[in-house]
Each structure stands twice: as C-alpha cells, then as structure tokens.
C-alpha cells in the first residue's frame, strides 16, 4: 500500500523501539529515532544502517508525522513534555504494556488525550535492548489499539504503523487491555520470578540436574527489572485478584499434596486451561499432528526438510529443535493441520528422511 506516513520520530531505542524502525525503515519510512542511552542510541542507528538516525539537528529541521513514545511507562510525560516543545503540532503513539496509567498521565500534560493513540503491540524477549530487535517482530502478534476519543487522522496513521509492522489489529477500551493483560502477560511474568527466585537457596550441585522444563517456565526471569517494576505497581489493581486465586490454588494444592487422586486433577487443570490458548492470529485453539524427524548433525538439514515440505504446498504450523552437543543425530519436531499430517508423513519418508509420528 502507498504509505500516507513519510517521517516518523521515535523516543526509545530498545528493543520494541528500534524493531518498529527497522519495519517502518523497510517500507521507505524515514526514522528519526532519539534515546537518553547515548549507547542504546548509537547502536540503533548502526543497525539501521543509518548515520542520520538520532541525529538531533536533522529532527529540529523535519517535523515529524507522527512521534512512537517506546520508553518505560513512568517516562512518558516528560518525553511529552519534551517533544510538545519542539513539535507544538504533536502526534503521539505509545506502546506501552499498561494503557489506564498512560491516559491518565497525558490528561495531566499539555498534550491533549485526542493527540495521543495508545497502543500495546502483544511482542516482545525476555532480552531487552536494541541489540535484540527484530523487524519481524511483531508479524502475526496481537497489537492493541484504544480508539476512544483519538483523532482520526492519528488513528489512520496508528493502523498505519500497525500494518506495516505486520501487527493483527485489535481494538480495546483501556480497562479491558489493562484487565487482560494482567492475565495473559503481568502474571506469567510474576510466576516465572517467583519460581527462578527459588533458585537462589538452590544447591548448585542440583541445578547442574537442570533440564529443558526449567529453562522454559523460568525464561521469562531474564526480563528487565525496571521496566517490569514499573509495569507490575502500575497495574497492581487488576494483577491483585489473579494472585488471590493463585495464592488459594496453592493452598489447595498443599493441602491435597500427599492424595495421588488431587494431584492428577490440579496437572489435568492446567493442561485445560491452556488447551484454551487460542491459535495463530487469535484464532481457535487447535490440534496439531506433529511429526519427529531424525536428522544427522550436519549443514543443510532443516533447510532441506523446510524445502522438502514447500515441494507439497503444506504449511508448518511450529517447529522444534532438539539436539545434544557431541551427539550424531538430533529431532526436528514440526507441527502440520491434521488434514495434513498424513500427507506430509508419506512424503518425508518417501523423500528417505526418518520420520515419526509423534505424541
């Protein structure tokens, strides 16, 4: 599509920041991108290939279209603040995790609340920092637009951002993004520190008995602590009750600890409540045929596999690698539509790889 955006500006070269300039710089966008990290701002520019990136005097010069605010929540308005006064015709998008807090804080500014589009793009790594950022990131992701009293020029130019980064656009009140991503985002979090922090009074010689299960459920401890901080004070009304309800589940679950019977029932919960999980795109949850592949430890297999299935025109819904260092062969588990787990079975073994079903 012919862009209406020319110039964007964005405050924050972290790692959803600089991943929505390398996006926007992909569709011919230009990217003023600024940061109070001179470390943080260097190196975005460099990997926007970019020596004009950040460049102060160049941004006095271009007013922007649009300025994407991708700073920790409790920045906002002073970077509001900051921005009003070298653009009095501010526009802003932000793309904050919380959405009632920011609304609230721009209320209280010089900006007027029809002049700011919140947004919360549904993506992100447990590694923060330019250095991490992806221009795909984004692709396939929920992003969260609160339309409510925003200017319709901003709005157009919000879905715009949106598009281009390849965001599924979703549309909430504040209240209900702040209400949901308590449970879908803030408390996944919370559950991943608490189990790493037991980790500290871990015997050392026990944690070497570490395997893929604890690295998972415990991924998200590596995320930042201070923007974490700050996310976690400033939805503490809708985390509050979810963390009662985790805290009676637990009592329970002590209490039932030594009944075989209990315990079946609380593992057979967990897998129901994320059997509701939904699919790609948000989409219905569904049922996938998974197929393991041998493969030897050499150049080339996955692309051949990945090739191998192209040939039939069948898509892979996910994909998992597992491999031990040292060893000769290691598993490709990919998952296809039940339609096509068949299909994709007799080719792969009619191709001569090592095909399995799997559980």
């Given at each position: ?169 979703m549309s909430r009140s504040a209240l ?27 015997d050392r010689s026990d944690l070497e ?78 049922e996938y045929f998974n197929v393991t ?67």
């Open positions: 599509m012919t862009s209406k955006l020319s110039h964007v500006r964005i405050v924050g070269a972290g790692l959803i920041g600089t991943s929505i300039a390398l996006a926007l710089k992909s569709a011919g966008i230009h990217i003023s991108l600024a940061d109070s990290d001179p470390r943080a701002q260097s190196l975005a520019r460099d990997i926007l290939g970019d020596s004009k990136v950040g460049d102060s005097n160049e941004d006095v010069l271009e007013v922007e279209d649009l300025c994407i605010i991708a700073t920790p929540p409790e920045a906002l308005t002073q970077v509001i603040k900051a921005e009003i006064q070298r653009n009095p015709e501010l526009r802003v998008m932000d793309v904050s995790s919380i959405k009632t807090k920011p609304l609230l804080d721009v209320s209280k500014s010089a900006l007027s609340t029809s002049r700011f589009a919140p947004t919360h793009p549904m993506a992100g790594r447990e590694v923060s920092g330019p250095e991490s950022a992806r221009g795909d990131l984004f692709t396939g992701r929920p992003w969260v637009l609160v339309r409510e009293g925003v200017d319709q020029d901003l709005l157009a130019h919000a879905e715009e951002v949106i598009a281009i980064c390849g965001g599924v656009l209900d993004h702040d209400r949901a991503v308590a449970q879908v985002s803030h408390l996944p979090q919370i559950v991943a520190s608490l189990l790493a922090r037991t980790l500290e009074s871990a008995l570490a395997g893929a299960g604890l690295r998972d459920t415990t991924r998200l401890a590596d995320s930042d602590p201070v923007l974490w901080g700050q996310i976690i004070a400033s939805n503490a009304d809708a985390i509050r009750p979810l963390l009662i309800s985790l805290q009676n589940d637990l009592v329970s679950l002590l209490e039932g600890l030594d009944e075989s019977e209990f315990a079946q029932a609380f593992i057979a919960g967990g897998g129901q409540g994320r059997a509701r999980i939904p699919g790609k795109h948000g989409g219905q949850p569904r592949i041998v493969i030897e430890d050499k150049p080339g297999q996955l692309a051949a596999i990945i090739e191998s299935c192209a040939q039939i025109e069948v898509n892979i819904e996910d994909l998992l690698i597992e491999h031990t260092p040292g060893q000769d062969t290691g598993l490709i588990t990919l998952s296809f539509l039940p339609s096509d787990g068949p299909t994709v079975m007799a080719h792969l073994h009619h191709e001569g790889w090592k095909v399995h079903p799997s559980r």
